[in-house]
């Protein structure tokens, strides 16, 4: 099959030869993806951040076809249309009945999402199946939105339930990629008063108005924290989002953070140093990590369908799959905020 796969740091082909998955284990599922998507957390090997196993496929959110099933599999079959999360779970052991599915005693991940075919394991308690949805796919303008949910808004949704975004409170969120915009949404949705964007860059801004955003802060370090603190009248913010995953976007969280606050944190860390002294001081917690996609997801389908929230805003540019190569140049200089991949074209 075609698949996109990862050599070096910035060096990314689809390649055209990439053995078609096949199912190991009598709950699996392979679906045929129709459209995937580049994720911010590619960029880190995409850039060298992280180890990279030349030739290995790289890619986790797509939505698709089921095409096959294992001999366990009784949710779902051939012919159905479904959301695919990036971390696949059995939805029955005792961390998935707390509602942390990221945990799974029998946890798996999306490893081909931006190629033709992907195995997922655990397709019942995994897949989403989107209902009324016949062979020639869902309407276009709705595909976006679906795509938007198998990583990306669940992991703005977690960062919101983490943090603990309440009605009528403030909300800050640092970080104005993807998952930091859908962390606005988020928690416009479940009723944050204010809604602060940290973003210095227009088009994400207006991104981030559209979700909901009461207040954009566009300045760094303490200048930032006292924008935030005028737009608190003084007290900071009750809720903070942390979706980045570097020191200084940490450092800004508890900043920002009144006294007894909670940061919800969902970008994968990086060389994050906790200021321990100051959460003791101020007493302000952190929770998150990466999310719980299955516990969200039904939800979230049922808002997105009836037209509650529209997360697939956050794509601002569509490629082909065979031009995949350009979409991870055009995230990585920041010309694109996120880069929907058209599979079946």
């Given at each position: 099959?075609?698949?996109?796969?990862?050599?070096?740091?910035?060096?990314?082909?689809?390649?055209?030869?990439?053995?078609?998955?096949?199912?190991?284990?009598?709950?699996?599922?392979?679906?045929?993806?129709?459209?995937?998507?580049?994720?911010?957390?590619?960029?880190?090997?995409?850039?060298?951040?992280?180890?990279?196993?030349?030739?290995?496929?790289?890619?986790?959110?797509?939505?698709?076809?089921?095409?096959?099933?294992?001999?366990?599999?009784?949710?779902?079959?051939?012919?159905?249309?479904?959301?695919?999360?990036?971390?696949?779970?059995?939805?029955?052991?005792?961390?998935?009945?707390?509602?942390?599915?990221?945990?799974?005693?029998?946890?798996?991940?999306?490893?081909?999402?931006?190629?033709?075919?992907?195995?997922?394991?655990?397709?019942?308690?995994?897949?989403?199946?989107?209902?009324?949805?016949?062979?020639?796919?869902?309407?276009?303008?709705?595909?976006?939105?679906?795509?938007?949910?198998?990583?990306?808004?669940?992991?703005?949704?977690?960062?919101?339930?983490?943090?603990?975004?309440?009605?009528?409170?403030?909300?800050?969120?640092?970080?104005?990629?993807?998952?930091?915009?859908?962390?606005?949404?988020?928690?416009?949705?479940?009723?944050?008063?204010?809604?602060?964007?940290?973003?210095?860059?227009?088009?994400?801004?207006?991104?981030?108005?559209?979700?909901?955003?009461?207040?954009?802060?566009?300045?760094?370090?303490?200048?930032a924290a006292a924008a935030v603190k005028e737009?608190?009248?003084?007290?900071?913010?009750?809720?903070?989002?942390?979706?980045?995953?570097?020191?200084?976007?940490?450092?800004?969280?508890?900043?920002?953070?009144?006294?007894?606050?909670?940061?919800?944190?969902?970008?994968?860390?990086?060389?994050?140093?906790?200021?321990?002294?100051?959460?003791?001081?101020?007493?302000?917690?952190?929770?998150?990590?990466?999310?719980?996609?299955?516990?969200?997801?039904?939800?979230?389908?049922?808002?997105?369908?009836?037209?509650?929230?529209?997360?697939?805003?956050?794509?601002?540019?569509?490629?082909?799959?065979?031009?995949?190569?350009?979409?991870?140049?055009?995230?990585?200089?920041?010309?694109?905020?996120?880069?929907?991949?058209?599979?079946?074209?």
């Amino acid at each position: 099959m075609r698949a996109t796969t990862i050599h070096a740091a910035r060096d990314i082909r689809l390649s055209t030869d990439v053995p078609d998955p096949r199912i190991e284990k009598p709950t699996d599922a392979i679906v045929r993806v129709t459209t995937a998507c580049i994720c911010g957390s590619d960029l880190w090997p995409y850039r060298g951040e992280n180890d990279i196993v030349a030739g290995s496929t790289i890619g986790h959110e797509c939505i698709g076809f089921v095409e096959e099933v294992g001999t366990e599999v009784r949710d779902v079959k051939a012919g159905d249309f479904v959301v695919v999360p990036f971390d696949h779970c059995d939805n029955t052991c005792a961390h998935c009945a707390a509602g942390m599915h990221s945990a799974c005693v029998d946890l798996s991940m999306t490893s081909s999402g931006q190629g033709e075919y992907a195995r997922v394991g655990q397709a019942d308690g995994s897949l989403v199946k989107v209902p009324d949805v016949g062979p020639g796919g869902p309407d276009a303008a709705l595909v976006p939105h679906l795509m938007a949910l198998s990583d990306v808004m669940p992991t703005g949704w977690h960062a919101a339930v983490a943090a603990g975004v309440r009605e009528g409170g403030t909300t800050v969120v640092v970080g104005d990629g993807a998952v930091g915009l859908c962390g606005v949404l988020a928690a416009a949705a479940m009723g944050s008063e204010k809604v602060v964007l940290m973003s210095r860059h227009e088009p994400r801004q207006e991104i981030g108005r559209a979700f909901g955003a009461t207040h954009v802060v566009a300045e760094r370090g303490k200048e930032a924290a006292a924008a935030v603190k005028e737009i608190t009248g003084g007290v900071g913010a009750d809720a903070v989002l942390e979706c980045v995953g570097t020191d200084q976007a940490m450092g800004t969280a508890f900043a920002v953070a009144r006294p007894g606050a909670m940061v919800g944190f969902v970008g994968v860390p990086h060389g994050v140093e906790l200021p321990v002294r100051r959460m003791f001081q101020k007493n302000v917690g952190l929770r998150g990590g990466m999310a719980p996609v299955r516990a969200y997801l039904p939800d979230l389908l049922a808002r997105t369908l009836a037209g509650e929230i529209e997360p697939g805003k956050v794509f601002d540019l569509t490629l082909p799959l065979d031009q995949v190569a350009d979409g991870y140049r055009a995230m990585d200089e920041r010309r694109a905020v996120k880069v929907l991949l058209d599979v079946a074209r």
